[in-house]
């Protein structure tokens, strides 16, 4: 396989495919396949995190949400990001992974399976958090720091672990 770019992640607002008023963008903020980002109104988007759209998926950031800085989030397979969610730095958020193949085939040539993440409304996931693919996290649940979520969080459930479990409900 020939590795190509994918490009610089530069962008303006205007290429988006919606933005609603008053979002912030900081410094270093990289948005791919802006064509099929959309923001609400009020979106704040932190120093140097990358929303990696893709050509296919899209994804989707609700009104009044808040991005820490050094995020990544992937959405070839479809991200929904709710209403007033908090994202604390450096979370990571992921809708596609390798399936595995066999030993004849490195995994890097494996098949992508793609699945969507969402994030409920009110959520809140804690810094350095990871996200799979596949996984849906409810209204008001709460996402511990350097938690792994692999498996659906219940509304107002508070998770954390590696992987995530349920330590209580709001």
């Not at 989707?60 to 990001?81: K, P, T, Y």
């Not at 409920?120 to 693919?133: H, K, Y």
């Amino acid at each position: 396989m020939r590795h190509r770019t994918h490009g610089s992640g530069r962008f303006d607002p205007s290429q988006l495919a919606a933005c609603g008023p008053d979002c912030v963008f900081e410094e270093g903020v990289r948005i791919f396949h802006p064509e099929n980002v959309e923001l609400g109104r009020n979106v704040y988007l932190g120093h140097d995190t990358i929303l990696k759209g893709y050509h296919e998926g899209r994804m989707v950031i609700g009104d009044e949400s808040w991005i820490g800085q050094g995020c990544f989030f992937h959405s070839a397979g479809g991200l929904r990001i709710g209403a007033h969610v908090g994202v604390g730095p450096a979370v990571k958020i992921i809708t596609s992974a390798h399936r595995e193949a066999g030993r004849e085939l490195a995994v890097l040539d494996s098949p992508i399976d793609f699945a969507p993440v969402e994030v409920g409304d009110g959520a809140d996931l804690g810094v350095g958090s990871i996200v799979l693919p596949g996984v849906r996290i409810g209204r008001g649940a709460i996402v511990g720091a350097g938690a792994v979520v692999a498996e659906d969080v219940p509304d107002y459930a508070v998770v954390a672990g590696i992987p995530a479990r349920v330590l209580r409900m709001r």
